[in-house]
């Protein structure tokens, strides 16, 4: 079946950085839009970015344009996000999400980002 696997978060400083991986496995992943979502405390779910199948286009929410990355290793099944200058507000708990016309939403388990000095 459709499973998604993060990992990478952590706790970590003002200004510093984290990669997070999310592994894919069940689905033809090289052909799937994949999809970083985040929940902060108090927050609803807010989509970070998106890469498609290729890795040839992206999209961030506004506000993160420029700190932070989206990429893929379609050898690997796995979609990256790569956080820098990280802020308190940036605490959440980070989600790996793809849709499928034939299973719907996927989401993974999530790994928790705190942003903390």
């Known amino acids: 079946q459709v499973q998604l696997v993060e990992s990478g978060g952590n706790l970590v400083q003002p200004g510093g950085s984290l990669r997070l991986s999310c592994a894919a496995s069940?689905?033809?992943?090289?052909?799937?839009?994949m999809r970083w979502f985040r929940q902060g405390p108090g927050k609803e779910r807010e989509l970070v970015a998106s890469?498609?199948?290729?890795?040839?286009?992206?999209n961030y929410a506004d506000s993160l344009k420029g700190r932070f990355a989206i990429s893929r290793d379609n050898a690997k099944n796995t979609v990256y996000l790569q956080m820098n200058s990280l802020e308190p507000e940036d605490t959440a708990v980070y989600y790996c999400?793809?849709?499928?016309?034939?299973?719907?939403?996927?989401w993974g388990q999530g790994t928790q980002v705190t942003v903390s000095s």
């Open positions: 999400n793809v849709f499928r016309m034939s299973t719907g939403s996927t």
């Open positions: 069940g689905f033809t992943f090289s052909i799937s839009t």
């Open positions: 890469i498609t199948g290729s890795g040839d286009s992206t």
